[in-house]
């Protein structure tokens, strides 16, 4: 299997597939505009509760 995300969603489209998510640290900044840089949408925030 590819190593990385952006050698995967090629590789995703070959297998089927329509769509890549990604959740990743809030405080990786440089990460974020790296995603975004390479066609990721923010679309959404996940939420977690610690019990």
Request: net charge positive.
């Amino acid at each position: 299997m590819p190593p990385t995300t952006f050698v995967i969603a090629p590789w995703t489209r070959e297998q089927g597939c329509n769509a890549v998510h990604l959740d990743s640290g809030y405080q990786r900044h440089a990460a974020y505009r790296l995603y975004l840089n390479k066609g990721f949408v923010l679309s959404s925030h996940h939420l977690a509760l610690k019990l």
